[in-house]
């Protein structure tokens, strides 16, 4: 039976707000998001100001999270760190949605030995530590930058969505309405795109969710590692390694951005688990 756009809607918003947790981690990236496109307005100073004699300050209404060794803003850095944080997380999705999902559906729906080929590939990628793999391609190309950075993650994040995919693909091609829009002359391009991919996006939506919170953590662990943004940027990861030095007498500076990545990724495991149960056909009554 075919519900309409008004009942699915209400289901969903009422398992996503229903649930404390889920309301948090939702409202949670929202302010984010928010921050991290008003940051220019919200930051009360520039995050690379220089102020030396400004160093050290513990926080306090002038500073809210306090100065760190070079006399900048703790509070300002963390804001503006919002905007690489996601939008790295962004731009390695997109890339490794755009193929993941590619090879998968291809895969799921041509099988044969092309769909063979492709998931033995895909498992080549899932073998090595995403971490790892990141570290030595960022090692290879001798260029610590956010960009590399992007790429270097983005080799190994591709492969879950491209299994995911394969395995949407090998269910809803036996369905009734893809056989029937095969039998009407629909090529294989227009079935994929009109008729499978819509079908099989609630779990890649649903994984896309939760890995934006890992791909902010694993994207700060290699900046923390030193394989990401320079010193002086403001970007979480590096913001933890650069106050580790002063972490007994100066704690915020390294405590004030490790807990904007211990929330960040909390709010979108929490956001991923209220969308999975939005996108599962029983809780919503189907």
Known sequence: MMLSVSRVTRDVTRIFFGNPLAAFGVTVVGLLILAALFASVVAPHDPREVRLESQFLPPGPGHWFGTDSAGSDVFSRVIFGSREALGTGVLVLAISLSVGCTVGLFAGYAGGAIGEVLMRVTD??????GLLLAMAVVAALRQRTVWT???????RWWAPYARISQAQALSIREHVFVEAARSLGAGDATILRRHILPNALGPIIVQATLDWGNVILTMASLSFLGFGAQPGEPSWGRMVTDGLQ??????WISVFPGLAIL??????????????????????GE
């Open 124 to 129: 080549m990628f899932l073998a090595f530590p």
């Open 149 to 155: 950075l992007v790429v270097a993650v983005s080799l």
């Open 246 to 251: 002063h972490l007994r007498g100066y704690w």
């Open 263 to 284: 929330f960040t990724v909390l709010a979108f495991n929490l956001a991923g688990d209220s969308a999975r149960d939005a996108f599962d056909p029983r809780l919503r």
